[in-house]
């Protein structure tokens, strides 16, 4: 079988480890011809960062640009004598002419474009947004989401694809695990409440990922200022950080608390969600939630925002916070780390059950 994964869009987080995992598991089928291929500087991506350019059964036909309109452009040339395939993968919405396949198939990750306040978008990447949507879900013999919520979002956007979407989970499996996944500070179940110290110095170090503003990082700030105990390390890029929480966390004067992640590859990624106590996703919005899944994989203490779609990713696992006040943050925090360890060991093991080799059959399986 020869396939096409089209990495469009992929830059950074959830996309491009889809985008990776589909490069690497359909290898199996046959030869795989990679557009688009993701050139992020964080270790992520088959475009010979990681030195996979010309591992056998991988071509690279283009590479994404610094601009959407570069890249389009650039992999418009190159596609202009592709061959045919058995089966065409989107990694996201993508757009690419000139490609024959005979089954097309498109994951989506979530419809945020419908609410342009979420990353302050203008109206034209939001019409752009809705025709290539549109545009996908046409002509998409399958479209793969990673949640119920994602399903629906597709269904009110174009009831006609609701009978050919699937609901897929996203696997963790990319997530290295090469020893046990307990934390490795000697703790009694139950001992390491909030009114114990983790650590020697009794600092409690929260995780998050801030890249966007619905990622909910205020509400970690506002912890910092309530409890000066409390560390907080940030994942997103120098452009997001000014963006959306440096303003805040100065004027709450906790930016001396904040330790900031830029583009991290992937085992500084599993290295930080291993170093913290708690890790926190506390979005408005989401269409998944990839580090969750990835936390729990880890066993890590986790709280989420009460969003439906993340407690659906989490499996009932995490601590949910009820609610927007600051309160609700703490307590969850706090529950967090009084629960057993067995019970994030439980976690673990749950999710570390279900593959991309799993989910890769399963979003190809009956086509090409």
């Known amino acids: 079988m020869r396939s096409l994964v089209n990495g469009f869009g992929a ?5 491009v480890r889809v985008h990776d995992a589909l490069c690497a598991e359909l290898r199996a089928y046959g030869p795989v011809v990679v557009a688009n291929a993701p050139r992020s500087p964080s270790g992520h991506g088959v475009d010979g960062v990681d030195g996979v350019d010309g591992v056998d059964g991988i071509e690279i036909a283009s590479t994404q640009r610094s601009s959407r309109v570069g890249s389009f452009l650039g992999d418009a040339w190159a596609a202009r004598r592709a061959p045919r395939f058995d089966v065409r993968v989107d990694a996201a919405p993508a757009l690419r002419f000139l490609t024959r396949s005979r089954a097309h198939v498109v994951v989506v990750h979530d419809l945020n474009f419908r609410r342009p306040e979420i990353h302050g978008i203008g109206r034209g990447q939001w019409l752009y947004r809705v025709l290539l949507h549109h545009w996908t879900l046409r002509r998409a013999d399958r ?5 119920r919520a994602t399903a629906a979002e597709v269904a009110d956007f174009r009831p006609a694809a609701a009978a050919k979407t699937l609901v897929l989970p996203l696997p963790v499996d990319h997530v290295a695990v090469t020893g046990p996944v307990t934390p490795a500070r000697d703790r009694a179940d139950g001992a390491d409440g909030a009114d114990g110290a983790d650590r020697a110095d009794g600092t409690v170090c929260l995780l998050t990922f801030g890249h966007a503003r619905n990622k909910g990082v205020d509400r970690l700030l506002r912890l910092l200022q309530e409890r000066p105990d409390h560390r907080l390390t940030v994942i997103g890029t120098p452009d ?5 929480w440096a ?3 100065d004027r709450l004067g906790v930016a001396d608390r904040v330790t900031r992640l830029e583009t991290p590859g992937d085992a500084e990624v599993v290295a930080a969600y291993l170093a913290c106590d708690v890790f926190c996703m506390l979005s408005t919005y989401e269409g998944y939630g990839l580090p969750v899944a990835e936390a729990l994989r880890l066993a890590r203490p986790t ?3 009460d969003l439906p779609v993340l407690a659906e990713t989490a499996r009932g696992h995490a601590v949910v916070a009820q609610g927007d006040d600051d309160a609700a943050v703490a307590a969850a925090v706090d529950e967090a780390r009084r629960r057993p360890v067995a019970a994030w060991e439980s976690a673990a ?6 593959t991309w080799r ?3 059959a399963r979003a190809i399986g009956g086509l090409g």
Not at 11 to 15: D, E, F, L, V
Not at 143 to 147: A, E, R, T, Y
Request: cysteine-free; proline content about 0%.
């Open 11 to 15: 830059h950074h987080g959830g996309i």
């Open 143 to 147: 479209v793969v989401v990673n949640s």
């Open 240 to 244: 997001s950080w000014q963006a959306h």
């Open 247 to 249: 303003a805040t966390a």
């Open 303 to 305: 709280v989420v925002s």
């Open 349 to 354: 093991r749950a999710f570390g059950a279900w």
């Open 358 to 360: 799993s989910w890769v």
